[in-house]
């Protein structure tokens, strides 16, 4: 055979074959990505200072925050079924909750159930800009969530088809403060 013919037919060979063995060698899988904390931006509080709900972010003391809307001048709304408030550590044994909220459209004065662990409470609102709930004792709390469900979430735009705003709203939270109870 020509030798010329051979060197660029082995070359071809022996790249392919190089191409093949890279082929099924373990790639190194890029660094993660840092993970972005969905509750920043952070500030520091303690339970009994609560959670201001017309700060942007949340307090440090919270690891998760689920079904609630992004934040406005006076606080912010609940949006869907539940909302879900998931602490870095568990709640006292023994506490008390003091919630400043309203209720929308066809959940004021409907009972709200607030849960923490397997203790539930239900709960009146009527709207009153100062209207401050002061919930009897939760004992014997084994948890470090508080679940608060409004009795029928609904759109601005059920009740107005004129409305763009189809978040399913509940409450307008505004504040809210964890108190031990001795």
């Given at each position: 055979m020509n030798k010329k013919l051979l060197t660029p037919l082995s070359c071809l060979i022996l790249g392919a074959s190089v191409l093949l063995c890279a082929c099924g060698e373990k790639q190194e899988a890029?660094?993660?990505?840092?993970?972005v904390d969905q509750l920043a931006?952070?500030?520091?509080?303690?339970?009994?200072?609560?959670?201001?709900?017309?700060?942007?972010?949340?307090?440090?003391?919270?690891?998760?925050?689920?079904?609630?809307?992004?934040?406005?001048?006076?606080?912010?709304?609940?949006?869907?079924?539940t909302v879900k408030f998931r602490f870095n550590k568990p709640l006292p044994k023994k506490f008390g909750i003091e919630l400043y909220a309203n209720a929308?459209?066809?959940?004021?004065?409907?009972?709200?159930t607030?849960?923490?662990?397997?203790?539930?409470?239900?709960?009146?609102?009527?709207?009153?800009?100062?209207?401050?709930?002061?919930?009897?004792?939760?004992?014997?709390?084994?948890?470090?969530?508080?679940?608060?469900?409004?009795?029928?979430p609904i759109s601005p735009k059920e009740l107005d088809p004129k409305s763009g705003d189809i978040r399913k709203l509940g409450l307008g939270l505004v504040s809210l403060k964890i108190r031990t109870v001795e």
């Open positions: 890029p660094p993660p990505k840092a993970a931006p952070r500030y520091e509080s303690t339970l009994a200072e609560g959670i201001v709900f017309n700060k942007p972010g949340y307090p440090s003391f919270l690891v998760d925050v689920v079904g609630v809307s992004n934040v406005d001048p006076w606080g912010r709304w609940t949006d869907g079924p929308f459209g066809p959940n004021e004065g409907k009972p709200i607030i849960r923490a662990g397997n203790v539930e409470r239900a709960i009146t609102i009527k709207n009153d800009p100062n209207y401050a709930i002061n919930i009897a004792t939760f004992d014997d709390v084994a948890s470090d969530t508080i679940e608060i469900i409004p009795p029928n």
